[in-house]
């Protein structure tokens, strides 16, 4: 083969086509993968590593989604990120590019893996919002990631908004946190994209909270401006919830995906898929979620 044919030919097979392609991108709260306080067989253990059998079936999960990228909530410090991508070279499943990042929370950080270069990545752990006067931080930052695609780069952002658990009783269920959390965000994204409905990215991560709430609506519009489209979302029998409160055995869905209005008409079936495989309450007490775009179909 002449010098300059190999040369295309290596192009080709590095660069994305346009026909054809797809972009998988999944969230998934791993139920503290790090020492946390647990229930065992043996009883409450304090700081207690993930038991073995529930990262077993959570790398089961990975697998059968066949995400390209995989955002994670609840992942610990750096060195189990670093466990789970060796686990699953071991087992055949190749993640070579990570990211984690270190805010406020320093249990719980937001994190991914991904199949493809990660062609520029911001931690964006300066957020803050005024919170009865004062100027607090975003708990768990903001990880905002590109990945090189067909038509260009798409822009990832992972968020992890604050549980419902609070000491205020002037806050209940902590729901002018999360606002102002998701606010925070909001405006980040806006300042990245000035003009959203121009641009292509993926927001998505556990809110912590449900379609109709502040924060979904904070992330969806600001004013008169369009920021991003809520994904409808729903397993193989219809049913759309993503995490249980095992205690008092309710369910609801906080975990969710938004897109860009550029990367709408790409969105497989128009909706994002819930993975509801019997791996997944193994695994943790949220089940992914992922969407799958067609990136040939955007406009």
Known sequence: MKPGLAVAVIWLLLVPTAAGETLRIATFNLENYGPANRMTAAGYRKAYPKPEEAKRALRQIIREMAADVVVFQEMGPRPYLDELQRDLRSEGLEYPYAEHLVAADEARHVALISRRPLRSVTNHVDLTFKYFGEATAVRRGLLEVSVPAAGGEITVWVLHLKSRFTERRDDPGAAKFRAGEA????????????????????????????????????MQKRGQTAIAHLLPASDSRGESWTSVFRREESYSRVDHILVSAVLRSAVREGRAIIHDSPAVMRASDHRPVYVTLDLSASK
Request: aromatic share 12%.
């Open 183 to 218: 606010t925070a965000i909001r405006d980040r994204v806006l300042r990245r994209f000035p003009q959203p409905a121009a641009a292509r990215f993926v927001i998505l991560g556990d809110f912590n909270d449900t379609k109709n709430s502040a924060p979904l609506r904070y």
